[in-house]
């Protein structure tokens, strides 16, 4: 048996934990429901996004690391990446997360 929480339950305590802090949080694309990839943006009253992924590190863990930032004057050009992570990986999990510090939350989770 798999010591990897199913992806689900991931996603699901996310969006508790983000909402119990005040904050919103919304699944943006549902991928496989036990071991689907997890992509989080994170932002701020709908500014400054930020997209987290989980990436292998040289201890083997693998850690959530910001990879792309939203460009103020090319906004659609992160929403065009997304879709094509969407294209490329039918089962990435997107999930959105609106609070003042995401990051702390992005933390938080399993490596």
């Given at each position: 048996m798999s010591e990897r929480l199913p992806?689900?339950?991931?996603v699901a305590a996310l969006i508790r934990l983000v909402e119990s802090q005040g904050g919103?949080?919304?699944?943006?694309?549902?991928?496989e429901r036990d071991a689907g990839t997890v992509l989080i943006v994170t932002m701020h009253r709908g500014r400054d996004a930020k997209l987290f992924e989980r990436?292998?590190?040289?201890?083997?863990?693998?850690?959530?690391v910001a990879t792309k930032?939203?460009?103020?004057?090319?906004?659609l050009e992160f929403a065009e990446?997304?879709?094509?992570?969407?294209?490329?990986?039918?089962?990435?999990?997107i999930i959105e997360v609106d609070i003042d510090g995401g990051e702390r939350f992005v933390e938080?989770?399993?490596r």
């Open positions: 992806t689900h339950l991931e919103s949080a919304m699944v943006l694309a549902k991928g990436m292998p590190q040289l201890d083997g863990s693998r850690s959530f930032s939203q460009d103020t004057e090319k906004p990446y997304l879709d094509r992570r969407k294209r490329q990986d039918p089962d990435v999990w938080l989770l399993p």
